[in-house]
DNA sequence: CGATATCTGTGACTAAAGTCAAAGGATGGA
DNA sequence: TCCATCCTTTGACTTTAGTCACAGATATCG
């Protein structure tokens, strides 16, 4: 990468935190400190992730990252304002829920149409394309500083985050191919498959949430098999597919091997878009799974 | 404008300052607090916009808008640490005079190499095709966000920053016209042709400094005329153009004017363009400009 | 059951960031 | 020359945000 482009992102962190800054001032009130209003609005957005019902104190402060007095004494306050109420949590006396009162409502209310405005203030001056433009670019921007921060790590394949994605995955296959799919039909994949010394399963996660993954499945010095590679979704088009391939390959020539294989259904085009644009070549079936259509190779030089 | 793109505004400005927020770490120092390291940073910055002579303390004040007391108390950390040296200014005994000296230098020097690999690492992860696709939404959102902080205001034609705008302007003719140009074989346009009541002059001001101007001559009854319309380079393509216009045909129009003129040379061709996409005609010469080509009006409804 | 770990609340701090008022020296205009 | 104004410094605060240690209640595991 070159020096311009970090340049280029220096520069933009500049100009938009001085913009974004003016943001702060939404959040101004008479008797709350800006400390107690950023965690009244973030535990209303916690509250409402979890369809309304109160959290545990717990869960915003591993949220928030704040220190367990401080965060006390926050919530203290608010509660005396009336803003937020809180009670022990009936399955367990340690904790405490909370969640904010009518009136905590209203308050955000309150932020959020100053924030608002302030948002119709950045935009009124623009004409309406380039408004439009202004609009499509923030979305950009967002995506791929989303997709920068996407990180790939290794996973027991027997974790919550890793079983998430497969159920996703064949949840996705059963909606996209034509005769459905069926878990227990298809070749399996048991959890020590894919678990070292056997193979290895990674993992994309963004800001802790997975959001793909893709294992491996070594054959000793015959060509390790990928399997389960899946991107959510909504995280399409940012390269994590690609990333995970990356480190796939790069996994299985770390170990050795000369190729790596895999199995694929034609319904799944734009997989098999990227594997040929990987160097993949179509080969003949060397698996029984009922699923694919397409079998590939790729030599690992 | 529609509440998506509210939305998205503040959306994106959540996302942004977060990823941003990082960028403090930069700053982060054994012996200096944040508040000092960016005053230390800031100061640097006006040093060198000043041509590396040392800067008023004033200046810096006025810039940061600090109280004095607070800043006074920041510049002497600052001296006390070697880092900054100052020294009564000369020319008046009241005020004093600021630079970093070189262990300074070296200071900021630190903080700009964790900047540059902060940004690094949010570049790292991704693909060169999408690398520059950030970059260039990053650049598209900086333009368009300073374009929405451009002032349109009423000046005195006879102020510093509209004769700033007026020699620009006339520079810019000289390079672009075949012939070059010359303000005193132009019809002139003296300033009290362009202030209330016989005129108006307006400026395009972006974060206080002026980037394009335009103005207006009444003639009673008769249609208004358009004179001196001119937008930096650097600030072309964002609407302010359009702004300009827009803002002379509405005066024109409280004037009770009931149309608008102006006269051009053919090589301002987006200028021309702009006219005629506004809803100009070409009419019979109604001055004896020498540099004319056209000569156009709008009907004010 | 007991040991250990977990969650919250309280007390006692600290540093940072900033505000306000007043004072002292310097300047500029009447 | 005098007076109002300007710039900086100093002293005396305040608020905010946060840290650290520990206590008390509760849960969990062996």
Same mark, same amino acid.
């Given at each position: 990468?070159d020096?311009?482009?970090?340049?280029?992102?220096?520069?933009?962190?500049?100009?938009v *935190? $001085?913009? @974004?800054? #003016?943001?702060?001032? /939404?959040?101004l009130? %008479?008797?709350?400190? &800006?400390? +107690? =209003?950023?965690?009244?609005w973030?535990?209303?957005r916690?509250?409402d992730?979890e369809?309304?019902?109160?959290?545990?104190?717990?869960?915003?402060?591993?949220?928030?990252?704040?220190?367990?007095?401080?965060?006390?004494?926050?919530?203290?306050?608010?509660?005396?304002?009336?803003?937020?109420?809180?009670?022990?949590?009936?399955?367990?006396?340690?904790?405490?829920l909370?969640a904010?009162?009518?009136?905590?409502?209203?308050?955000?209310?309150?932020?959020?149409?100053?924030?608002?405005?302030?948002?119709?203030?950045?935009?009124?001056?623009? *004409? $309406?394309? @380039?408004? #439009?433009?202004?609009? /499509?670019?923030?979305? %950009?921007?967002e995506? &791929?500083? +989303? =997709?920068?921060?996407?990180?790939?790590?290794?996973?027991?394949?027997?974790?919550?985050?890793?079983?998430?994605?497969?159920?996703?995955?064949y949840?996705?296959?059963?909606?996209?191919?034509?005769?459905?799919?069926?878990?227990?039909?298809?070749?399996?994949?048991?959890?020590?498959?894919?678990?070292?010394?056997?193979g290895?399963?990674?993992?994309?996660?963004?800001?802790?949430?997975?959001?793909?993954?893709?294992?491996?499945?070594?054959?000793g010095?015959?060509?390790?098999?990928?399997?389960?590679?899946?991107?959510d979704?909504a995280?399409?088009?940012?390269?994590?597919?690609?990333?995970?391939?990356?480190e796939?390959?790069?996994?299985?020539r770390?170990?050795g091997?000369?190729?790596?294989?895999?199995?694929?259904?034609?319904s799944?085009?734009?997989?098999?878009?990227?594997?040929?644009?990987?160097g993949?070549v179509?080969?003949?079936?060397?698996?029984d799974?009922?699923?694919?259509?397409y079998?590939?190779?790729?030599?690992?030089?």
């Amino acid at each position: 990468m070159d020096g311009g482009q970090i340049a280029a992102v220096r520069r933009f962190n500049r100009t938009v *935190t $001085a913009a @974004a800054g #003016a943001l702060t001032d /939404a959040y101004l009130d %008479e008797d709350l400190s &800006l400390g +107690a =209003a950023r965690v009244l609005w973030e535990l209303a957005r916690l509250v409402d992730t979890e369809g309304g019902a109160p959290v545990a104190l717990r869960l915003v402060r591993d949220e928030l990252d704040l220190d367990p007095g401080y965060l006390s004494r926050v919530v203290a306050r608010l509660a005396a304002a009336g803003l937020l109420a809180s009670a022990v949590d009936p399955t367990d006396a340690r904790r405490r829920l909370v969640a904010p009162t009518d009136a905590g409502r209203a308050r955000i209310e309150v932020y959020d149409r100053r924030s608002d405005a302030l948002a119709a203030g950045r935009l009124a001056p623009l *004409t $309406a394309g @380039a408004r #439009a433009r202004l609009v /499509a670019a923030m979305g %950009e921007v967002e995506r &791929l500083l +989303a =997709a920068s921060s996407v990180a790939i790590d290794e996973v027991d394949p027997e974790t919550d985050d890793a079983q998430h994605c497969l159920r996703a995955y064949y949840a996705e296959l059963d909606e996209r191919f034509d005769v459905g799919f069926d878990v227990t039909a298809s070749l399996p994949v048991r959890p020590e498959e894919v678990r070292p010394p056997a193979g290895v399963m990674l993992l994309a996660c963004e800001h802790g949430r997975a959001i793909g993954c893709g294992s491996l499945k070594f054959h000793g010095e015959a060509p390790a098999e990928i399997k389960r590679l899946w991107v959510d979704r909504a995280a399409r088009g940012l390269g994590v597919g690609r990333r995970l391939m990356d480190e796939l390959e790069n996994r299985a020539r770390a170990a050795g091997c000369r190729a790596v294989r895999l199995d694929t259904n034609a319904s799944l085009v734009e997989a098999i878009a990227m594997y040929r644009a990987r160097g993949y070549v179509e080969i003949p079936p060397f698996t029984d799974e009922p699923y694919a259509d397409y079998w590939f190779e790729k030599r690992l030089d």
